[in-house]
């Protein structure tokens, strides 16, 4: 029985630590934590965006803060306090509490990333190095130069030499970039620069013209296209930024309201003609988009004409080790040539005939060569459309001697 009160005695301890000074660091831990609230300097905070409660000192440009037991604040943290930011410009803890100077931030660093889009980087600005804490002495900067204190994150850290900047009425453009000695913090050195044209001195930020994104969407088939029924027509579009031609810009296809069922657009922009009918179809490439009508109609049947001729008349016979050459020509009803057209050429056999009789060979698009082997007998050339494979035209031809 006293073993297991002792036990219990023990595990008691050890809940409030290993050692005496543990034990002592989490009693006054409880009692701080009890108590945080009720102070004169207890403020809810924001600490990169998460309410925290904390409590603020020491009112001048810099301010000490506490934080409540278990909670932390690091090197660069954004504070939001009463709708101001400050930046955590150092961090101490004595066992009980972690602890942060914070300063109070001047202003933002504005610029347009590399996608046209307002980037703000709140950032303390220093005129004056430090140095002598205890007598508080400082080291005024010559008059054209300034250092910017900014938290390291994505966006501060994008920013490079030569960068320049509004600040004030003043341009600045940055010559060095320390993002070791402090870490969590970037230190950007500048120098006075001049303005210029493409500087928005409304908006407080250097070189925004020449960064602005215009961006610009043409669907290049035209305001309206028509489609026969079942047919489908890939959308050619060209995209620029600034003017500058966009290569392989990620294009978003829409269909207006009430196009659904007559047309489909597909990821890639390929048209199907689902329905007779008439629907749209808008294109957006960022804020930027075009629009194209689309008639689908009724299909037109064309009728068209064959002829399969050889190189050497006549075309209808083959003397023996002859070789012809055999071109089959497509027309329109019209009687103009349909140019680009694909044949596939067989030979059907007669009676008594084989293979071994002739020599077949495709040597174009629209072109063969038949050569006469054996003979008397008689085989038909069959040139089959590839476009239209039920549409053919065919050429009986003896196969003779030579007498």
Same mark, same amino acid.
């Given at each position: ?144 130069? $300034? ?9 501060? =850290? +994008?920013?490079? &030499?030569?960068?320049?900047?509004? !600040? @004030? #009425? ?84 829409? $269909? ?9 657009? =597909? +990821?890639?922009? &390929?048209?199907?003609?689902?329905? !007779? @009918? #008439? ?125």
């Amino acid at each position: 029985m006293v073993k297991n009160s002792w036990t219990s005695y023990q595990n008691r301890l050890n809940r409030s630590g290993a050692t005496q000074k543990d034990r002592l660091i989490y009693n006054a831990q409880r009692v701080i934590e009890d108590q945080f609230t009720n102070s004169p300097s207890y403020h809810s905070v924001t600490v990169n965006g998460i309410t925290q409660d904390v409590q603020i000192i020491k009112d001048s440009n810099k301010k000490r803060l506490l934080c409540k037991p278990g909670d932390t604040i690091g090197m660069g943290n954004l504070v939001v306090w009463d709708s101001v930011n400050w930046l955590c410009v150092d961090t101490d803890t004595d066992g009980l509490y972690q602890r942060g100077v914070i300063q109070k931030c001047d202003g933002y660093l504005k610029y347009l990333d590399s996608a046209g889009e307002l980037v703000e980087v709140p950032c303390v600005i220093n005129d004056r190095i430090l140095m002598n804490v205890e007598e508080n002495r400082y080291y005024l900067l010559p008059e054209n130069q $300034l250092w910017v204190i900014v938290g390291d994150d994505d966006e501060s =850290s +994008a920013i490079s &030499v030569d960068q320049r900047f509004l !600040l @004030g #009425s003043n341009a600045y453009k940055v010559v060095a970039v320390d993002n070791i000695t402090r870490p969590g913090i970037i230190t950007f050195k500048m120098h006075t620069d001049s303005i210029t044209q493409n500087d928005n001195k409304n908006l407080g930020i250097a070189d925004y013209y020449s960064n602005l994104r215009t961006y610009e969407i043409v669907i290049l088939n035209g305001d309206s296209v028509e489609i026969t029924l079942n047919n489908t027509l890939q959308l050619e579009t060209e995209c620029t930024n600034n003017s500058v031609l966009v290569t392989a810009p990620t294009i978003i296809y829409s $269909l207006v309201t009430g196009a659904t069922g007559v047309i489909g657009i =597909s +990821a890639s922009g &390929v048209v199907s003609a689902d329905a !007779l @009918g #008439s629907g749209s179809i808008i294109a957006t490439y960022n804020e930027a988009t075009d629009l194209i009508n689309v008639d689908v109609v009724a299909g037109v049947v064309e009728n068209f004409t064959y002829s399969l001729l050889a190189n050497i008349e006549p075309s209808g016979e083959l003397k023996y080790n002859q070789t012809k050459t055999y071109s089959a020509t497509k027309r329109y009803s019209t009687g103009i040539e349909v140019t680009g057209s694909t044949f596939e050429f067989t030979v059907a056999l007669s009676t008594g005939a084989s293979t071994s009789n002739y020599l077949l060979t495709t040597s174009a698009d629209a072109e063969c060569t038949l050569k006469c082997l054996q003979y008397p007998y008689s085989i038909t050339l069959i040139a089959t459309d590839q476009d239209i494979p039920a549409n053919n035209v065919a050429r009986v031809i003896s196969l003779k001697g030579l007498v």
